[in-house]
């Protein structure tokens, strides 16, 4: 049996408490205890009467205790963290940008391997221990960038959990050989079947939709579709995907990514939506973006959807945004939906951290409405951030850099360097 105390720190920025981890789960959250003497970061030490002499104590100085971020909507095979800064040459529209992509992944720098594996490595870093990673396959690529992500949460599997997303980027039907090749993945080991742009990509929304619930069904796996369909040709869409989920009986296997402008259309509209989503149980995934028209945040937390945050591609071929950081994207994602009371800018955390880990993992614990803040109870994961800061929306305004990060229980980096 392995314990831990971390003390003294603040879950979701309460009063001071000192929690005790077993094996990898929280087991106590307690006053903090002032008695008991120091010890250090990853180090034994000696302990207040909460836990037996002997077990590893953390410093938690006073320091905001959050769930680790999960990250449910990044591109992994398609980065360029850490390598010199390029200009944009991407075209308008998914096939264009697709195809600039495919033009230059090849000749980076260094290798994909690297990229991969850096880009990984300065998310956990940052705090972040699950992540939802697409791989892109295809005709042109095959295999080979499902493989990269493959192999990076072989490499990292002690420090992070990775789900990782057959994703037809280049759809399904404009070019020969996309459906084996998707298939092939999903033989290979990937966890979830995706899907892209129905309508305005392949043009063939029925078949689009036939063969990627197909699939899921035949390899018993979830299902996330790219939805960048504007207005009421993304409604479209989505009605299909809410039509075939009811059918099939696949409530609670399918994430809708991006998903935009479904607000867009009318106020009858977006509440049928709403309503559809939360019956079907079907999420909702975003980066954050500067757009008009999206579903309202706070209602769907209302209506208790499950919705996630990711950091999409980080400085790639697509676009030069991106850093690895959630505790960033958090901020994106308050900033952009106006949010300036601290109750909605504290939920933008909780999606971050839990909202995002309902949608990996569908028997963790989901948010109830934007006053929720679960995850840091006796009998969750020790899946945890330490991150300084007055007050939670003082740490989603400054994003500093004291930070200790928690997988499983144990000490996975500290300072935004991974640790041993």
Not at 269 to 296: H, I, K, M, N, Y
Request: hydrophobic letters at 40%; aromatic letters at 4%.
């Amino acid at each position: 049996m392995t314990t831990t105390l971390i003390r003294p720190v603040r879950p979701w920025g309460r009063a001071l408490s000192d929690v005790t981890l077993t094996d990898g789960i929280i087991t106590a959250v307690a006053p903090h205890h002032p008695a008991g003497g120091a010890g250090t970061a990853g180090s034994p030490g000696a302990v207040s009467p909460a836990v037996s002499t002997g077990a590893t104590v953390v410093e938690g100085r006073g320091r905001l205790l959050l769930p680790a971020f999960s990250d449910a909507h990044v591109h992994l095979d398609s980065t360029r963290i850490g390598l010199p800064f390029r200009e944009h040459t991407g075209g308008p529209g998914v096939w264009e940008m697709m195809l600039n992509d495919r033009r230059n992944w090849r000749t980076a720098e260094v290798s994909l391997q690297e990229r991969v594996n850096e880009t990984l490595g300065r998310m956990i870093a940052r705090g972040t221990t699950r992540v939802r990673s697409f791989a892109q396959v295809d005709v042109d690529c095959r295999l080979e960038r499902f493989e990269a992500v493959s192999a990076a949460r072989e490499t990292f599997r002690d420090r992070a959990a990775v789900q990782i997303v057959a994703f037809p980027q280049a759809g399904l039907l404009r070019e020969k050989g996309s459906v084996e090749m998707l298939e092939e993945a999903l033989k290979a080991g990937a966890d979830v079947v995706g899907g892209i742009d129905p309508c305005s990509l392949d043009r063939d929304p029925a078949q689009h939709l036939d063969l990627v619930f197909g699939l899921a069904e035949k390899y018993q796996v979830p299902i996330d579709i790219h939805l960048h369909e504007p207005g009421a040709l993304g409604v479209f869409s989505a009605d299909l995907v809410l039509e075939r989920t009811r059918a099939l009986g696949m409530q609670g296997q399918v994430t809708l990514s991006h998903a935009y402008q479904l607000g867009s259309v009318s106020e009858a509209t977006t509440s049928r939506l709403l309503e559809a989503f939360a019956e079907l149980d079907v999420c909702l995934t975003s980066v954050a973006p500067a757009t008009s028209g999206q579903l309202p945040l706070t209602r769907m937390a209302e209506a208790g959807i499950r919705f996630g945050l990711g950091e999409d591609g980080q400085r790639d071929y697509w676009s030069p945004y991106g850093n690895a950081d959630m505790l960033d994207r958090t901020w994106q994602l308050a900033f952009t939906q106006g949010f300036r009371q601290d109750e909605l800018i504290e939920h933008c955390l909780a999606v971050a951290t839990v909202g995002g880990a309902s949608i990996l993992d569908p028997s963790a614990v989901r948010l109830k409405d934007t006053a929720h803040r679960p995850g840091l109870d006796a009998g969750d994961p020790a899946d945890l951030l330490l991150v300084g800061g007055e007050t939670l929306s003082s740490a989603v305004m400054d994003r500093g850099t004291d930070r200790t990060v928690l997988r499983a229980g144990r000490i996975v980096a500290d300072q935004l360097e991974l640790v041993s």
